[in-house]
């Protein structure tokens, strides 16, 4: 998988896409996310908290590994959204992204990542679904470069 993030900062020095990766990441920080949350993520997952933590493509940011303040991350994020809502704690969701009104929600049993309207979390009421979190990586990275191309789009100006 991480070839994948050696394609997203040739994006970034083509000036396709803005953004980087920033914050913790690391094997402490995956050990702190997988003992708080009480769940082994997923092999792509873990990949992404090792090498890369979080990552910022403009205008979406991709937060996992967290902060030095530690006051969001996976961790953080998901524990909050667990205590509102006990089907996604049952299936084990892990927040990845919170974008526009929606959330994304990572699954480590089948590395699927799902988005939701953020008021409605309601597994089975997806709004988009990959198959892995490759693919979304992917999504995010096509979505802010065809945005970047958009003279319309208030963020390039």
């Excluded at 070839?3 to 050990?31: C, N, Y």
């Excluded at 009480?38 to 403009?58: H, K, P, T």
């Amino acid at each position: 998988m991480m070839w994948h993030m050696d394609e997203i900062r040739q994006k970034l020095r083509e000036g396709s896409v803005s953004g980087g990766p920033w914050g913790h990441r690391g094997p402490a920080a995956l050990e702190r996310i997988e003992r708080g949350l009480g769940v082994e993520l997923g092999q792509q997952l873990r990949a992404f908290v090792l090498r890369v933590g979080n990552l910022r493509i403009d205008p979406f940011s991709i937060i996992v590994a967290g902060d030095d303040a530690g006051k969001r991350s996976a961790l953080t994020e998901t524990h909050g959204l667990w205590k509102r809502n006990a089907a996604l704690e049952a299936c084990k969701a892990v927040q990845v992204m919170a974008h526009a009104g929606e959330l994304y929600l990572y699954y480590p049993e089948n590395e699927h990542v799902s988005a939701y309207d953020a008021l409605r979390p309601v597994p089975g009421e997806e709004t988009l679904s990959w198959e892995s979190f490759k693919l979304f990586l992917d999504w995010v990275v096509n979505e802010a470069e065809t945005m970047m191309r958009d003279p319309e789009y208030p963020f390039t100006s």
